[in-house]
């Protein structure tokens, strides 16, 4: 945390609102990761706009870390193993809870829907109890 910067902070989640908003103004669709990617992958008759929005997420942080990220970001110590194992949890989460924290916390509450709200505390609750058991049990 000694490289926060708030007002990148608060430009990020301007940008996310904005981008978000403007799916859902012109496309109709929330913004929930997890959902765009099911559907991008099951190649339905949208899958081009799912694709379209993964690749400028994509691009959009590689643009970030090549041309504007003052240093570059710190790579993780995790194992390979451990990365795919908590990728393929969260994304049994994302299906078992019908939403991703993208979908829940920036959409979601926007629109300010209990589910989602119920669905974001989860979230946080499950996090805390991950860090704990992580750093203190083993």
Known sequence: MADFNLTT????GLLIGLSSTLLLLFNGRIAGISGIVNGAIRLGRDS??????????????????G????????????APVSMIAGGLLVGFGTRLGNGCTSGHGVCGLGRLSFRSLVAVLTFLATG???????RHLF
Request: hydrophobic residues 55%.
């Open 9 to 12: 902070a608060l430009l990020g």
């Open 128 to 134: 805390f109890i991950t860090v704990f058991i992580t």
């Open 67 to 78: 041309a504007i990220a003052p240093q570059p970001t710190p790579v993780s110590e995790f």
């Open 48 to 65: 081009r706009w799912r694709w379209l929005f993964i690749a400028g997420l994509l691009l959009g942080g590689g643009l970030y870390e």
